[in-house]
């Protein structure tokens, strides 16, 4: 599993990755349906790929193209939108102190990425926990007015 995360190093490759199977997915979008067996077999594969390449918790509003490819949801605080003010000063976390701070590493990794990379600016709505143990692609192409929680403006 180790030599799996070590990919969250290599940004741009998974940026490329992702930006692949999005353009792969979109055109059966219509056979792609949230609550159907699409869904289930893809809650099922990224359990399996993004848990082992990112430590998934399957939010269901993934947003790794937008945080250097590292999983805000990993941040023991739940952090979506960069470090709290207790990162020590060799960038590790404040809570679990032998561990690099994920918000550091999403900076450091966004800088790698020339196609997603800008994204790491943009301010995350705060997080719909109705979407927990969904598929976060059946998300993106279906539910995106659910994604964004009511009161939330961009």
Known sequence: MRNLTRLQDSPHFLELAYQAVYQSIRPFQRWLQPGGWAERAFIGLERISKGALFDCRMCGVCVLHDTGMTCPMTCPKNLRNGPCGGVLLNGHCEILPEKPCIWVQA??????????????????????????????????????????????EE
């Open 107 to 152: 900076w450091e990794r966004s800088k790698r990425m020339p196609i997603y990379g800008q994204g790491i600016k943009h301010i995350q709505p705060p997080l719909n926990y109705q979407l927990h143990d969904t598929s976060a692609w059946i998300n993106d192409l279906h539910r995106q007015p659910q994604m964004i929680p009511a009161g939330w």
